[in-house]
Structure formats: structure tokens, C-alpha cells
């Protein structure tokens, strides 16, 4: 058990979170004032993606070359990391609804998360872990900025921004996860 809170201590884990709890409270804070309407996924897009971002910093440790020498296997470890993040940057929001504000449906919170972080794990692989940010980063802000999604090519440029149970949302979502899953236990972060 020692070697878990070390592992989270490095990876910088009690920082994330209360970044992520902190975007979570901000968000649901503006939300309260009905400026979104029903069917607006902005601010939970906004939420999911800063929770991304925030838990995207401990997906580089301190010393590199230490990871890459360990005599344990780093692959396992650093998929189970990508998951428990994109986890963790669900239940925060599906813990909010708990007091009443529905920002999302669960849907849209489990596939968003999933994509995001799945996107920042690309970011870790190939832009290392201080610049995995990046990735979700400019594809939320490229989300905000596409005309409305009437093709294929838009639906897969805003997909984060699409009503749950959109197809082109859901294969991007997973898409995103999987590769950047593989791409990060594999590869782990860039030197």
C-alpha cells in the first residue's frame, strides 16, 4: 500500500484532484444562474476537459529514466492510470448531480471523460507528461469554434460537444481512448 500513495504522491494525484473538484464546484457554481439552457454541453464539455487536463500532469513522473529502468512492468500500470483518471474525471461531475443540478446525462459525462483522457494520454506519448494538457486543451477549443455539426468531419470535430448516443461522438470517444490508452502504456510519456 506504501508504493501506491508514493506512486500518487509523484504522479502529483492530491493536486489534480482538487483541481478537478475545484473546475467541478466553479462550473456547477455558474451553471446555477440557467445562462446554458437544457441541451447545452459547453459547460460540461468545459468541466470533463479541466478535470483532463488537471489529472494530465501526473501522467509523466519525476525522473524518466527511473520509469524506464524500473524492474516492474510499466505498461499495466499506465493503462490502469489513463482509466482510473478518466474514472475519477467522471464521478467528480456524477457527484455533483447529487445535489440537485443535472449539468449531463451519464452518457455524456462517461464518454467525454473517457475520449479526453484517452486524448491526454496521446498528449503524454507524444508530447510528454508536462505537455499532455495540450491535446484536450486545443480540440475543446477547437469543439467551440466549428460550425454545427452537419457531416461526418464536424460531428468528429465536435464530438465532445454531441448529444450521447451520436455515433460519430461515441467512435471518436472511443477511438481516442483506446489508442491513446495503448499509446501510453506502451510508449509511456516523451522524454
Do not use: E
Not at 8 to 16: D, I, K, M, T, Y
Not at 71 to 79: E, F, G, H, S, T
Not at 118 to 129: F, K, N
Not at 169 to 186: F, M, P, S
Request: contains cysteine.
Amino acid at each position: 500500500m506504501r508504493w501506491l500513495m508514493l506512486y500518487a504522491r509523484s504522479r502529483q494525484v492530491p493536486a489534480s484532484l482538487a483541481a478537478v473538484v475545484i473546475s467541478t464546484v466553479t462550473v456547477w457554481a455558474l451553471a446555477q444562474d440557467g445562462g446554458g439552457g437544457p441541451g447545452d454541453q459547453r459547460l460540461p464539455a468545459l468541466v470533463l476537459a479541466v478535470g483532463a487536463m488537471a489529472l494530465s500532469t501526473g501522467l509523466g513522473g519525476q525522473d524518466l529514466a527511473l520509469d524506464r529502468t524500473a524492474a516492474i512492468r510499466w505498461a499495466p500500470r499506465r493503462a490502469v492510470h489513463v482509466l482510473l483518471a478518466g474514472a475519477v474525471v467522471a464521478m467528480v461531475p456524477l457527484a455533483m448531480q447529487a445535489t440537485g443540478k443535472d449539468l449531463a446525462t451519464a452518457a455524456f459525462v462517461v464518454r467525454d471523460s473517457a475520449g479526453l483522457m484517452g486524448l491526454a494520454a496521446v498528449g503524454a506519448a507524444v508530447c510528454g507528461g508536462t505537455y499532455a494538457w495540450t491535446l484536450p486543451f486545443a480540440w475543446l477549443s477547437c469543439s467551440f469554434s466549428v460550425p454545427p455539426p452537419t457531416s461526418v468531419p464536424t460531428q468528429v470535430a465536435s464530438w465532445m460537444l454531441l448529444p450521447p448516443g451520436t455515433a460519430a461522438g461515441t467512435w471518436t470517444a472511443l477511438v481516442l481512448t483506446i489508442v491513446g490508452t495503448t499509446a501510453y502504456a506502451v510508449a509511456g510519456p516523451r522524454r
